[in-house]
């Protein structure tokens, strides 16, 4: 399981996020069953298991967007459970999140939606925020696309937009839901030095929740597996890609067959 | 003696609690949506540029079919009223009839039926899809509150443009009864203005227009609560506006009649 390595590194990274025996029913659905689940800051970590599993639910427990049945969430050290109004909105600020379906507001343009936070913030000129939406949709190959409604947009397009506007607000913590599903392979790979880059150049923390081994082999530190509603396994993606638990070898057997283990 | 979920009755009874306690709970939170909404007012001029295009939209969209009813509804009040008054010989009261039932009751209610069908139908339907694409939830981590985003520049929208809406059907409507006071009645226009200002106060118009206002944050906070409040797929949306509707029409009748009834008192 957890490595050796692991406990050197925590005294590098303050913990980010920390999910505490956190459980969440949907009716008669018992979705997470005591997950809990550490995120060191600095750190990219991928949260992998099969679809249905609870890997977007968890993702919008970390951030706020729905309350747990029990346990607790803490964000750099702050309690975030049972907290609403300011108190909430303050910690979610240093948050950004892209969400699977891209949830971009289809009555704005792409421009709108990018900037869409800063403009509402009132902060920055009108002039600034054309600027920070020009330069981050060119990050995600969206370059003078400003103008377009998300109608228009192909699904990874609309896709690399959401990304653009969590990457807008300059978070400190970005949590990524599917980024790469749906997309083109080189676009793809596009995104995953994108995601790299925000961890190894900007010191951003990043939750990244994929099915694609590929990707969270390369993108992610941690590399932790959803099951039953758990946490099953966790640790570093070689740690990870020598696990002899059965459920992961199931789950990366596919991906095994074609890459090699050079591959990562 | 047997659990009262076995009987027939007894599942009768607990889906008719069940009933009312989701009444009641949806009923809270919309209290609830109201007040937030009337804290988040304080913050009207810095977000008038979505305020007044929700306003110039009710506007826009209500204005024909606003005016093709109130005219219509001028027109048979008159000949209803007309025929009747022709009989004691008293045609030249179709004026007051007409004035007095569109600023008391036509006016604020057709008005408010309208503006259910073409913009509270509309607003569930928006919010609602927003909420089931998650747009709402990326609001929230945009740090935009969704109540002053949303709901408050609906809810300022519905408050002002529905008295101001019901003001034009009201005019219309008597615009109506006097063409055809004339046409069928012989009634001069003057004889009939003239049996209007007679007769309509301007506590009937401003009574109305109260109602008016009251239909408006009515219509909005449930439009929007309905949306906001709507959780599963694309399916739902459907079902949540026509839920919505009855929600709508449901409460402002209530209200229409009490508030009638007080004042008559
Ligand atoms: N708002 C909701 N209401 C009811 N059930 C939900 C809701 N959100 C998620 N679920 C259920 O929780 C489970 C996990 O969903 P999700 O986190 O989206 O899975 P994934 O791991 O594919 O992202 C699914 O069974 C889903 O049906
Ligand atoms: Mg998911």
Redesign the interface.
């Known amino acids: 399981m957890v490595g050796i390595g692991l406990d050197a590194k925590e005294t590098l990274n303050g913990t980010a996020i920390e999910v505490r025996q956190l459980h969440r029913w949907f009716r008669g659905n018992h979705v997470l069953r005591g997950l809990d689940l550490k995120i060191r800051e600095g750190t990219a970590t991928a949260i992998v298991g099969s679809s249905g599993a609870g890997k977007s639910v968890l993702l919008k427990h970390m951030i706020g967007l729905t309350k747990p049945d029990s346990g607790s969430i803490f964000v750099f050290g702050e309690e975030l459970t049972g907290k609403t109004g300011m108190a909430l909105e303050a910690i979610q600020r240093r948050f950004a999140m892209v969400f699977q379906g891209s949830a971009l507001l289809n009555s704005l343009t792409v421009g709108q939606n990018v900037g869409l936070g800063l403009t509402e913030e009132r902060r920055l000129s009108r002039k600034q925020v054309d600027d920070i939406v020009r330069e981050k949709l060119a990050l995600v190959g969206l370059e003078g696309k400003e103008s377009q409604l998300p109608g228009e947009l192909s699904g990874g397009m609309k896709k690399r937009v959401g990304i653009a506007r969590a990457l807008a607000m300059d978070p400190d913590i970005i949590l990524f839901d599917e980024p790469t599903t749906g997309l083109d392979p080189v676009m793809a790979e596009r995104i995953d030095t994108l995601m790299a880059d925000l961890k190894n150049k900007l010191r951003k923390t990043t939750v990244i929740v994929t099915h694609d081994m590929d990707s969270a082999f390369k993108t992610s530190d941690h590399i932790a597996m959803i099951y039953e509603g758990k946490i099953i396994e966790q640790g570093s993606p070689e740690e990870f890609w020598r696990s002899t638990n059965p459920t992961i070898e199931q789950f990366i057997s596919r991906f095994k067959r074609h890459g090699t283990e050079e591959g990562l | 003696m047997s659990e009262p979920g076995k009987t027939k009755f007894g599942r009768c009874f607990i889906a008719l609690g069940n009933g009312l306690l989701n009444f009641f709970q949806t009923v809270g939170e919309m209290s609830q949506l109201l007040a937030a909404t009337i804290l988040w007012c304080r913050a009207v001029f810095?977000n008038l540029d979505k305020v007044l295009p929700q306003m110039g939209k009710i506007g826009a969209d209500t204005l024909p079919i606003a005016s093709l009813t109130a005219v219509f509804v001028g027109f048979v009040l008159a000949l209803q009223t007309g025929v009747a008054l022709k009989e004691f010989g008293q045609e030249e009261s179709i004026g007051a009839v007409v004035s007095l039932s569109m600023a008391r009751e036509l006016g604020p209610v057709l008005t408010a039926i309208l503006v259910i069908g073409r913009i509270g139908a509309a607003i569930t339907a928006e919010i609602a899809?927003?909420s089931v694409?998650?747009?709402i939830?990326?609001?929230?981590?945009?740090?935009?509150?969704p109540v002053r985003?949303l709901v408050m520049p609906r809810f300022l929208a519905c408050l002002t443009m529905l008295p101001v809406l019901v003001i034009y059907v009201n005019l219309v409507g008597m615009i109506g009864g006097a063409a055809v006071s004339k046409a069928n009645f012989g009634v001069p226009f003057m004889v009939y203005i003239e049996n209007v200002e007679e007769w309509l106060t301007f506590e009937d118009i401003a009574k109305g227009l109260v109602k008016a206002a009251v239909f408006g944050v009515i219509i909005s906070i449930v439009s929007c609560h309905r949306g906001l409040a709507t959780v599963g797929g694309p399916g739902e949306v459907g079902l949540a506006t026509t839920n919505s509707v009855v929600f709508s029409f449901v409460s402002v009748y209530i209200f229409n009649y009490f508030v009638t009834r007080l004042w008559l008192e």
Request: charged share 30%.
């Open positions: 810095k899809t927003m694409s998650e747009e939830d990326a609001l929230k981590t945009l740090g935009i509150n985003y």
